[in-house]
């Protein structure tokens, strides 16, 4: 028995299924993983040479697979390697998750409802009809509305000298 490997890329092409006589469901995808290498000499990631897998998966995982991979899909596998044949490797393939590198996935239970796909924005704040008045005759340069507000409601002039004004100062109001 060969040792456990781990395995990562992007599926190349469909996914094929079979069945056996017996109702074995098995299914074949291939697999291309191009690592990136670090090239000291101009300073920069670069590809390097394509590794090619053919993965054959059975059972439930085979079933899944075929439901949920398709072209371009990034995956991790963990699977043994059985052969090397035709510039390729082939596993067998014991897990199967895919990559959230560049996606979002979601699981049947996650699945997200109709309300998802409508953008999403903050709501808005009711206003008062007198401060919407105040703040379409707002001057350029003058307070804001909420600051008169406050100041009405008694903070003091921050200008005047604490003994020409007797007005308390509320911190926090």
């Given amino acids: 028995m060969s040792p456990t490997t781990h395995v990562s890329g992007a599926v190349t092409g469909a996914v094929e299924i079979r069945f056996t006589d017996s109702g074995l469901t098995i299914c074949r995808f291939r697999l291309t993983d191009v690592p990136r290498q670090w090239d000291s000499a101009t300073r920069e990631w670069r590809d390097g040479a394509p590794i090619l897998y053919v993965c054959t998966a059975w059972g439930d995982l085979a079933r899944n697979a075929t439901e949920s991979l398709v072209d371009g899909s990034s995956v991790l596998i963990r699977g043994r390697v059985t052969g090397v044949k035709d510039d390729a490797i082939w596993l ?43 703040a379409n005759t707002r001057q350029p340069g003058s307070p804001p509305g909420w600051w008169d507000d406050r100041r009405s409601s008694g903070w003091s002039d921050p200008g005047a000298s604490p003994a020409t004004d007797a007005s308390p100062v509320h911190a926090g109001a």
């Fill in 92 to 134: 067998s393939v014991d897990d199967l998750g895919l990559s959230l590198r560049n996606r979002i996935a979601y699981t049947e239970a996650g699945l997200p409802g109709p309300e998802a796909a409508a953008p999403v924005s903050p709501p808005a704040m009711p206003q008062p009809a007198e401060q919407v008045a105040r």
